[in-house]
Nanobody, 116 residues
Framework: QVQLVESGGGLVQAGGSLRLSCAAS????????MGWYRQAPGKQRELVAT???????NYADSVKGRFTISRDNAKNAVYLQMNSLKPEDTAVYYC??????????WGQGTQVTVSS
């Protein structure tokens, strides 16, 4: 069982930045992939960004050029740097760790609110 602890959410004005962190309770060096998802009120959870074991990244079109996902194996953590935030980025953000494709763990979620 992998425990995930998220931090870094909050309230920010449009155009501002936030950095989300997600720390795992065990080493992530060999994990298949990690990522961030978000869920806005009344909407389905959607993919924001993923990063693989070898460092390949993938982003939702809506965040390309503004968000950056990264990982630090030494700290067993994954990060999401969010710049040029927009009100439509407001959501609960969840980290997702996959030790291998068929198994996944979710963080508890952190609220990001962007005011206009």
């Amino acid at each position: 069982q992998v425990q995930l602890v998220e931090s870094g959410g909050g309230l920010v004005q449009a155009g501002g930045s936030l950095r989300l962190s997600c720390a795992a309770s065990q080493t992530i060096f060999s994990f298949y992939a990690m990522g961030w998802y978000r869920q806005a009120p009344g909407k389905q959870r959607e993919l924001v960004a993923t990063i693989t074991r070898v460092g390949s990244t993938n982003y939702a079109d809506s965040v390309k050029g503004r968000f950056t996902i990264s990982r630090d194996n030494a700290k067993n953590a994954v990060y999401l740097q969010m710049n040029s935030l927009k009100p439509e980025d407001t959501a609960v953000y969840y980290c997702n760790f996959r030790p291998w494709p068929a198994q996944e763990y979710w963080g508890q979620g952190t609220q990001v609110t962007v005011s206009s």
